[in-house]
């Protein structure tokens, strides 16, 4: 976006930023406000960043600047804390010494082997974004434009796969087993599992399955935590009797999944967790949550701890 002057004029320049080859680029489709996606050109951690910055001047008026430069930059922008963008990642060229400019220009621009540790994500509180920034400098107001790009990272999880599998219970009235494949996914996977009844003396009406993205930023005491349903299906309708065992499998390819960050720059988390609810005759609901870890394959681009149990509605057990 190209700011303003202090008087509110606009800009007497226009500055377009174009990528080298963008349009042979995969593009990733994102969320950028709550009623607005955009597509971004889709990048890795190490390549290198390039192109060409156009600059033309409105109406053949003459523009003293200066200086003009460009960034790479990578910022992490929390919703909560408008006024501070953390840049974890900056670089910058110097294209023209302060001067005038007469007529339309432009310049070519090179960040090479660029490192880009995060992946690109765009949550409920906070934003993590790539883009080259042009600051044209000026005696009232610089002018300024960024262009983003997209990043994708393959970062496998250290933690063991195993299968989860526990016990849950309300003493005399219900004891069930659930059992899910494994705990780490990729965003392509199957989720897979089994739930058993082992004693029902309470009136289940139907049991749902959902998955829940819980963005966490900031530190305490500043700490905030947003959870959202991803996706939520009906496994069972109905009472279910002693004995009983009701198969799971969900495929995750059909939704809008990141992997799992842990910790990213020490400013935010997204984890993921299956929810496991059953609800009685009486609107009662209990559930139970544990979380998985979601990650990236390249495969995926190129195609394209034990919690209680706990109850809602502050049921006792």
Known sequence: MVMASLFGLSAPIDIEIRYNGQEQRKQIEAKVDKDRREKFPLYFDGETVAGKINIRVKDGKKVEHNG??????????????????YEFRTMQQELAVPGELRSNTSFDFEFRNVEKQY???HGINVKLRYFVRVTILRRLADVVKE???WVHSYVMPADGNNSIK?????????????????????????IVGKIYFLLVRIKIKHMELSIIRRETTGAPPNQYNESETITKFEIMDGAP?????IPIRLFLGGFELTPTFRDVNMKFSARYYLNLVLVDEENRRYFKQQEITIFRRQVDDEVTNDNPLQIQHNEPL
């Open 119 to 121: 992946e690109s994500y």
């Open 241 to 245: 009797v002693r004995g009983e065992t």
């Open 68 to 85: 003009i430069k460009v960034e790479f930059v990578g910022s992490i922008e929390m919703f909560y804390d408008r006024g501070n963008h």
């Open 166 to 190: 526990m016990e849950v219970g309300i003493e005399d009235a219900l004891h069930i087993e659930f059992e899910y494949n494994k705990s780490r996914y990729h965003l392509k996977d199957v």
């Open 147 to 149: 262009q983003d790009i």
